[in-house]
């Protein structure tokens, strides 16, 4: 398996407050991403990075932001959470020219709850 | 833009039998790539199958097979001699050729698969 690392697991917070999220990897891959996963809608694409400072907007990215300081981490920020942000986060991992093809490997999720 | 939709929320299975799930896309394009992820209870996301539009040749990997049809833009995926641990929310999902090497993913809204002894 792909050494991703996402923490926390779990998370419980109130609205109005800041989140950060981490994916800590270790497969010294390119391109992180970050996708959402709810009910009925499968997993939508929020940010990603194609390298180090080099982010950009997926399709569900109004009230997020990211950072990438250093190959192995992506953060994900909720300036100020709100309920509509509950959801499950997964990170993701892909470096076509390592061979890997197209596949992308995750993490193992978050849970975020805001209530 | 490109949209995968998957129209079965839920299906259910016998041990040892045949299952399809479905899966359309809507595109434009003409080379692209489509999946098959599989999210057990566990909540990890494993890549089941893979399939290159260009190639005509349907995908297969031991029990799981795909009917890839370009035409009609469907790509079902079977689920041959059916076992407990296929349990799980299947997705299907569709890459665009033109994101670089951006391996962006579009999926479905998943299909969860009960499989019964």
């Known amino acids: 398996d792909a050494g991703i690392t996402q923490s926390p697991r779990h998370k419980v917070t109130e609205t109005g407050t800041p989140v950060t999220l981490r994916c800590h990897q270790t497969?010294?891959?390119?391109?992180m991403y970050w996708y959402r996963q709810d009910p009925g809608h499968g997993l939508r694409l929020i940010h990603y990075s194609y390298g180090v400072k080099d982010t950009d907007k997926g399709e569900v990215s109004d009230g997020y932001s990211v950072s990438r300081s250093k190959t192995e981490d992506f953060l994900l920020t909720l300036e100020s959470a709100t309920s509509s942000q509950t959801s499950v986060y997964f990170c993701a991992i892909s470096d076509p020219t390592r061979g890997h093809g197209e596949k992308l490997f995750f993490g193992s999720g978050t849970q975020l709850s805001v209530l | 833009a490109q949209t995968v939709t998957q129209s079965q929320p839920e299906m259910s299975v016998q041990e040892a039998e045949t299952v399809t799930l479905s899966c359309t896309y809507d595109t434009s394009e003409s080379d692209y790539y489509l999946f098959w992820y599989k999210q057990p209870p566990s909540r990890q996301m494993i890549l089941v199958i893979r399939?290159?539009?260009?190639?005509?040749q349907n995908a297969t990997e031991n029990r799981f097979s795909v009917n890839f049809q370009k035409a009609a833009k469907s790509f079902s995926l079977k689920i041959s001699d059916s076992q407990l641990g296929d349990a799980a929310m299947y997705f299907c999902?569709?890459?665009?050729?033109?994101?670089?090497?951006?391996?962006?993913?579009?999926f479905g809204t998943g299909t969860l698969l009960a499989v019964q002894p």
């Open positions: 399939q290159e539009a260009y190639k005509q």
């Open positions: 497969e010294n891959h390119r391109y």
């Open positions: 999902a569709y890459r665009s050729p033109y994101g670089g090497a951006t391996n962006k993913l579009i």
